[in-house]
Nanobody, 121 residues
């Protein structure tokens, strides 16, 4: 499985971005995490292709929305009301499953190069 995230950029607080993840290969669950200097890797959202289960981290719930275009084999992360603490490198990843309460069930098996999001005034 190969994944490539894109769509990052620089925005002001309160702004929006939509990230895309182009995937080659099959997967059971897919989602997003972020990481950066001085911050731990944080799982943000995932979706299970089998039952449609969706997970959001508390830090992004209500602001970020994950979606999937099966025909294009692409996953999106719509990010609204961005905050400076959202600044990070964002990656997409696959896993064996996604749980509504806990996210990825096995801690991710494939991920790709990230895309940088910077939120500042």
């Amino acid at each position: 499985v190969q994944l490539q995230a894109s769509g990052g950029g620089s925005v002001h607080p309160g702004g929006s971005l939509r990230l895309s993840c182009a995937v080659s290969g099959g997967y059971k669950a897919i989602g997003w995490f972020r990481e950066g200097p001085g911050r731990q890797r944080e799982q943000l959202s995932c979706i299970d292709t089998r039952d449609g289960a969706i997970y959001y981290a508390g830090s992004v719930k209500g602001r970020f929305t994950i979606s999937r275009d099966k025909a294009k084999n692409t996953v999106y992360l719509q990010m609204n009301n961005l905050k400076p603490e959202d600044t990070a490198e964002y990656h997409c990843a696959t896993d064996e499953g996604c749980d509504t309460d806990y996210g990825f069930i096995e801690g991710m098996n494939y991920w790709g190069k990230g895309t940088l999001v910077t939120v500042s005034s």
